[in-house]
């Protein structure tokens, strides 16, 4: 990606090197355990438990500690975020939504509290609808190389904008939406809900890619290339065949890696959220 004429965000909380304590009754709540049993590699919606998840945020102290130094890596997160804010901002103004609120970066390390329970690196990146934050471990770029063979910058980027994605649709109110009918329906509905959640989410991806290039030139060649084989690699399909050995589409929460490629694509082709609307989509 081409940044180096990128402003960069004033939204990044670092919490890097900080100790999380816990107030209260001192230990880790019961929705820190639910999380922890949805979490996947990334794209968690930690909305989906948030009901069960009770006052556990409430019990834990502010993180404390010398915030670590910044590195090139949290430059260019925060490059990314700047960026994002800039195309949605852009999207929301040309559609009539009003000002786009921008959301906080926080990085973190182990653990750290949220709104939506205690977040953990296992977890993987995700986004709290309850503060309005987005949540990353900077480790989580290295296991994208190493484990899922998802190396490059926007392979990188990819999942930044995936994450501030869910914060587009909070903000357009889909996360509300979603939690109400999620309650209606059996699991099976619920998955499928959550499947639609985040593919929509892989396509506004797409536009602000789209955004991106169109309005400062960011991508080089091969960039896309890194989105869609990062998008490939954390599909339900690809990723429950290396845990357990089988497929089981009934549990799948964010669709198959041919889903998720085509969503991504099909948002960067058109640059327009018109065309994500996964939730009246006759197929995925």
Avoid at 11 to 25: A, L, P
Avoid at 264 to 277: E, K, L, N
Wanted: negative net charge.
């Amino acid at each position: 990606m081409r940044l180096d004429n990128s402003r960069e965000s004033q939204n990044v909380e670092d919490r890097r090197g900080r100790r999380m304590s816990m107030g209260g009754r001192g230990k880790i709540g019961i929705g820190t355990i639910v999380l922890a049993l949805v979490a996947v590699y990334f794209g968690v919606d930690p909305n989906v438990v948030l009901q069960t998840i009770g006052g556990d945020a409430e019990t834990q102290s502010p993180a404390s500690g010398t915030p670590a130094a910044p590195t090139a890596e949290t430059l260019f997160v925060s490059k990314i975020l700047a960026d994002t804010e800039d195309a949605w901002s852009t999207v929301f103004q040309q559609k009539g939504w009003g000002n786009y609120q921008q959301p906080k970066l926080v990085l973190f390390n182990g653990a750290t509290p949220t709104a939506c329970g205690t977040g953990q690196s296992a977890m993987g990146p995700f986004y709290c609808p309850g503060d309005s934050k987005v949540y990353l471990d900077l480790s989580f770029f290295q296991q994208m190389a190493q484990e899922l063979q998802s190396p490059g910058d926007f392979a990188q980027a990819y999942v930044i904008a995936h994450e501030v994605a869910h914060h587009v649709q909070h903000m357009l109110g889909v996360t509300d939406q979603v939690a109400q009918l999620r309650q209606r329906g059996n699991a099976t509905a619920a998955n499928q809900l959550s499947v639609k959640v985040e593919l929509q989410a892989d396509c506004f991806a797409g536009v602000w890619a789209n955004h991106s290039d169109s309005q400062r030139n960011t991508l080089e060649e091969g960039d896309i290339e890194e989105a869609l084989n990062a998008a490939s690699a954390i599909g339900d399909d690809r990723l429950q065949q290396r845990s357990q050995g089988q497929i089981v589409p009934d549990s799948f929460t964010h669709g198959t890696s041919a889903q998720r490629v085509n969503w991504f694509r099909r948002g960067f082709s058109s640059g327009d959220t018109a065309q994500c609307d996964t939730f009246s989509a006759t197929s995925l």
